[in-house]
């Protein structure tokens, strides 16, 4: 009996990372949905993560809607999955059990099937609630195992200059310092995989968020957990550094039952393998892919159009892979042998051969290159791009060198923890500031941001090493760690909008989780739906006669050239709070805006006495990367 390899597709949640994804509007969705039915997919996330925020923010769209139109459509004929930050949601507050409770309840009722649950330090306290209550509420819950490394060592110190005769005879004998003890084992991670079964986990997920998890430790991890778990296992990775594909033959050898996999438009680069080049090796190998390819084939067709239409958010617009269909066309006869050599270097375990196969066919068919930077530094790409943009801003870009060769030590000093959302955004704004510290030859974390802070007390949840009280109270001003506390949780208020008639911003329970959940976004979201329920109550205005009034006039400051020194925001994010105006005169160190960039909340700093002329941003206004902020005399 032929094997079958089961698919979980993510070309709706997670497809090229949530850049042109995120503007996937439901009209565009629509149209795909029968064709979805019919493909049969085992699984399709198609919701959590970024959707809730990104269909509020940038498409003025119901979350709830979303999820409700597209299991209507599907009609049980594949499951649906979200993803969820376990405790935290989609958020980093630490919800108590009755808001998770009523998420997903209300997730369930709508149509969920799998929710998908994670957390950023593989803290099995911030999981086990979200695992017993989706099991409760009818649900299943799927486990995931976040997966990271080991952080490089640390240059060497300078060599101690040579002793003399007698220090040497009666001196302490030095020792070569021991390299750090390993964490990140495959044991390691089939621990937290047993205990998550233990707790009822039905599906155990290997998430490799930045795509790090090479071939060799894909087929050592995936073996050992099929060996020690019963229930099904799932793969998911990346191909940003250019393991992806590699690595998911290497879980399919060894195995694995369901691998995450997008379709060719929105597949590979910084997303998931694309499922039509998995689908070449499983025939190779004898494997049935358990979807209906000929559907997938027609998905596919109105994908290209659709990535096509949303060209002006899409890093690669001009850069799409070459069109292919693994039904119809005839691959050359040197691509075809190098699945082949693929397969049979993955099967002897020889990764470099089974690496320079998969990057020559994901050459041929015009994928991105693997991401070099992010292999070697072994950190993610958002982390990184994040980092340049801190340097950017702080105009210390010649720093990021050292602030990369930091991670390691703010990893360890940290409690060694994993490079997710958004720990990994964490550690390395800390690691540019520890830079910065040395620069000016301060102590090391003379500077430490807010949730660095926060990550050190204990709000985030456990570490997975123990960090050291001293360093503790050196960040926090206390040695004992103060874990987050869902006690001093406080629920949201659901105002009434008193220009609208005087309803409650959040008509129902739904709406209300929303505001729970992610607040700034919604609140402009649910005062949209509420003026428009207001206009549609008021009876229709006689035309008037008279001309319109003229708009008021605009000050002619406002279209002034800058002529002055700008602060610009360093990365595309949101404005959250603004502490200046115009003449005030500002203190170097003082927090000038509080920004949200790559899910972190970061403190805006002047760095040097400066005096505000102009502001240019509101708060809660999405902003671009460059865009001007504040402009100083």
Known sequence: MEKKLKIRDLTLRDGQQSLFATRLKQQDIDPLLPLYKDAGFYIMEVWGGAVPDSVMRYLDESPWDRLRTISKAIGGKSLLS??????????????????????????????????????????????????????????????AVCYTVDPKEEAPAEAPKK?????????????????????????????????????????????????????????????????????????????????????????????????????????????????????????????EVDVNMEKVGEIRERLEGIRRNLADFDLN????????????????????????KAIAAAKAGNEDELLEACHAIEAHFG????????????????MYSNMVAQLKALQASDLLDDAMRLIPKVRRDAGLVPLVTPTSQIVGSQAVLLAMDRRKGNPDYTQANNQFISLVKGEYGHTPVAIDPAFREKITGDPTEKPYDVSSYKKPANPEVADLGGVPLASNSEEYLLLELLPNVAN????NRREEEYKAKQPAEAPKAEAPAAAPPKSAADDAPITGEV??????????????????????????????????????????????????????????TDAALIEFE
């Open 317 to 340: 617009k001009d850069k799409f892979p070459k069109k292919f269909d693994p039904l119809k066309d005839t691959l050359p006869a040197e691509v075809d042998a190098l699945f082949d």
């Open 367 to 382: 994928f991105p290159k693997p991401n070099l930077l992010v292999k070697e530094a072994e950190v993610p790409g958002g």
């Open 567 to 624: 602060f610009r925001a360093p990365m595309g994010g949101r404005i959250i709070e603004i502490n200046v105006k115009p003449g005030d005169k500002v203190k170097k160190g003082q927090i000038m805006m509080v920004y949200e960039a790559m899910k972190m909340e970061n403190d805006l700093e002047a760095d040097r006495d400066l005096t505000v002329k102009r502001v240019f941003v509101a708060p809660d206004e999405v902003v671009g």
């Open 82 to 143: 979200a993803l969820s930050r376990g405790r935290n949601l989609f958020g980093y507050v630490p919800y108590p059990d009755t808001v998770l409770e009523g998420f997903y309840k209300e997730a369930i009722k709508n149509g969920l099937n799998i929710m998908r649950i994670f957390d950023a330090l593989n803290d099995i306290d911030n999981v086990k609630e979200s695992i017993r209550l989706i099991n409760e509420l009818g649900g299943i819950a799927d486990a």
């Open 163 to 287: 002793k003399g005769f007698f220090s040497s005879l009666f001196g302490k004998k030095e020792e070569a310092p021991a390299a750090p003890k390993k964490i990140f084992t495959d044991e390691y991670f089939v621990n937290l995989a047993v205990e998550m079964e233990r707790l009822g986990a039905k599906i155990i997920t290997l998430k490799d968020m930045a795509g790090l998890v090479n071939p060799s430790r894909a087929a050592s991890i995936i073996g050992k957990l099929k060996a020690a778990v019963k229930v099904p296992v799932d793969f998911h990775t990346h191909c940003t550094p250019g393991y992806g594909l590699a690595s998911s033959l290497m879980a399919i050898l060894n195995g694995v039952d369901i691998l995450d996999t997008n379709i060719w438009w929105f597949g590979e680069g910084s997303a998931a393998p694309a499922i039509e080049l998995v689908y070449v090796f499983c025939k190779k190998l004898g494997i």
């Open 524 to 527: 402009k979201f649910l005062r």
